[in-house]
C-alpha cells in the first residue's frame, strides 16, 4: 500500500467513524424521543423532521458546490471561500425564513398542532445552511480531521438539544426547538473556515448561486423521494399507523444514514475524475452494509423492534426487514445522485421525480397500508438505483476535466 492510498484510507476511516458516531447520536434521539412521545407526537416529529430535510438540500447543495469547485481548482480556494462565506449567510436566512413563513400552510397540512413547529424548522435551518457551507470548504480542502469534528457536532448537538427541548415537555414542537438550538454546534466548532482574504465582486457569487440551485434542486428531488412515504403516513394514515409508521422509518434511516460517509470520501476524487468502476465499488460497499443491517432484522426481529421504539410499536415487529431494505436501496440511491453531482450529470433530478411521482399515485390513492407503502418505496427505490446506475454509460458524458475548460473561473 503506497503513501497516497494509506492517506485516503486514513482519511477516510476518520469521516466514516465520525459520520457513523454522528448517526449513532441521531439514531439515539429519535430512539428516546419515540419513547417520551405517544405515537401520534412522534408521528408528527417525524413528518417535522422530513421537511427539514427536504428543506435541507441547499445546505447539502452548498456543500456539494463548494468542494467540487475547491477540489477542480485548488489555487483559487482563498476566493472560493471568500465567495461562499457571503453567499452561505444570504442563503441561509433566505431558507429559514422562507420555511417559517410557510407554517400557515403546513400547519393544517399536516395536522401540526402549533404553528411554531414549522417556525421552529426554519430556525433550525438557518445553521445547518452555514454548516453545509462549512463542510464544503473542509470537505475540498481535505481537512478530514475538521470535517470529522463537524459531523461529531452535528450528531451531538441534536441530541443534547432535541432531549433538552423534550425534558422541558415532550411534545414535538419542543422537540424542534431543542434541536434548533443544538444545530449551533456545528457552526461554532467551525468558526474560521468560512474567514478567507481575497478578491470576490459581487458576480462572483454567480456562478456559485447557479451551480447550488443546480445541486440543490437534484438533492430536493432526492429527498423528496426518501420522505415521501413518512409525508403520505402521516396524511393518509390515522394517528397511531402513521406513528408506527414512524417508527419503522427510524430503522429506514439507520440503514440510509449507515453509509454516508462512502459519498463523502469520495466525492472530491470523483469531481477530479470518475469512473464506472470506482462507481461499481462504492455501490458495493453501500449495498453489503445494508444487506448486513436486512439480515438483522430478519433474524433478530425483537432486538430490531427495541432499536425502533420497544413494544408499544409491537404490531410491525415482522415487518421491520422491510424498511431495512428500503433504506439500503435508498443509500444505494444517495450515493448515485452524489456521484451524478461530481460529475455535473444532467437529468438525474427527472428521474428521481418520477420515483416520487410512482410512489405517491400508487401509494396515497389506493391506500395500500403499512406493509404496502414501505413494499412500494423499496420496490421503486430498487428500479431507480438500477437506471442510475447505467444511466452515465447511456448519455456517455464527458469527464468532468473536460466540461470545467469552458466554465468561467472564479475571479
Not at 362 to 381: E, K, S
Amino acid at each position: 500500500m503506497n503513501r497516497s492510498t494509506r492517506a485516503t484510507v486514513s482519511s477516510g476511516s476518520i469521516v466514516a467513524v465520525a459520520m457513523m458516531v454522528m448517526n449513532v447520536a441521531t439514531y439515539g434521539f429519535n430512539l428516546l424521543a419515540a419513547r417520551q412521545l405517544v405515537p401520534a407526537e412522534f408521528g408528527a416529529l417525524t413528518a417535522l423532521l422530513s421537511l427539514t430535510l427536504i428543506a435541507n438540500v441547499v445546505a447539502l447543495g452548498l456543500q456539494a458546490s463548494i468542494a467540487r469547485r475547491i477540489s477542480v481548482r485548488p489555487g483559487q480556494t482563498i476566493q472560493i471561500v471568500h465567495t461562499a462565506s457571503r453567499v452561505a449567510l444570504a442563503l441561509s436566512l433566505l431558507v429559514g425564513l422562507a420555511t417559517a413563513l410557510s407554517s400557515p400552510i403546513l400547519t393544517p397540512a399536516f395536522s401540526f398542532d402549533s404553528v411554531w413547529a414549522v417556525i421552529w424548522c426554519g430556525a433550525m435551518l438557518v445553521p445547518l445552511t452555514l454548516a453545509g457551507a462549512q463542510l464544503g470548504v473542509a470537505q475540498g480542502t481535505g481537512r478530514w480531521g475538521k470535517l470529522a469534528a463537524l459531523y461529531l457536532g452535528n450528531g451531538f448537538g441534536r441530541l443534547f438539544g432535541g432531549l433538552a427541548g423534550l425534558a422541558i415537555e415532550p411534545t414535538a414542537t419542543n422537540a424542534m426547538m431543542g434541536l434548533a438550538i443544538g444545530s449551533w454546534l456545528p457552526v461554532i466548532l467551525g468558526m474560521g473556515l468560512l474567514k478567507a482574504t481575497g478578491g470576490g465582486d459581487a458576480h462572483s457569487r454567480r456562478p456559485l448561486v447557479f451551480e447550488t440551485v443546480t445541486s440543490a434542486s437534484t438533492l430536493l428531488a432526492y429527498f423528496a423521494f426518501s420522505n415521501v412515504d413518512a409525508l403520505i403516513a402521516r396524511g393518509g394514515f390515522d394517528a397511531h399507523d402513521s406513528g408506527l409508521y414512524a417508527s419503522g422509518l427510524i430503522l429506514t434511516k439507520s440503514t440510509l444514514f449507515l453509509p454516508q460517509f462512502v459519498s463523502v470520501v469520495f466525492f472530491p476524487s470523483l469531481a477530479r475524475d470518475s469512473s464506472h468502476r470506482t462507481r461499481l465499488r462504492a455501490v458495493g460497499l453501500v449495498a453489503l452494509l445494508g444487506v448486513a443491517v436486512v439480515a438483522g432484522a430478519a433474524v433478530l426481529p425483537k432486538l430490531a423492534l427495541i432499536l425502533v421504539g420497544g413494544d408499544q410499536y409491537a404490531e410491525i415487529t415482522g415487518d421491520l426487514w422491510l424498511f431495512a431494505v428500503s433504506g439500503t436501496f435508498l443509500a444505494i440511491v444517495y450515493l448515485l445522485v452524489f456521484d451524478a453531482l461530481a460529475r455535473r450529470e444532467g437529468g438525474v433530478a427527472v428521474l428521481v421525480w418520477i420515483a416520487t411521482a410512482t410512489v405517491f399515485c400508487v401509494a396515497y390513492f389506493n391506500r395500500i397500508g403499512i406493509v404496502g407503502l414501505v413494499t412500494t418505496m423499496a420496490i421503486t427505490a430498487a428500479a431507480l438505483s438500477a437506471v442510475l446506475l447505467v444511466w452515465p454509460l447511456i448519455r456517455r458524458t464527458p469527464e468532468p476535466k473536460q466540461t470545467e475548460v469552458t466554465e468561467p473561473p472564479v475571479p
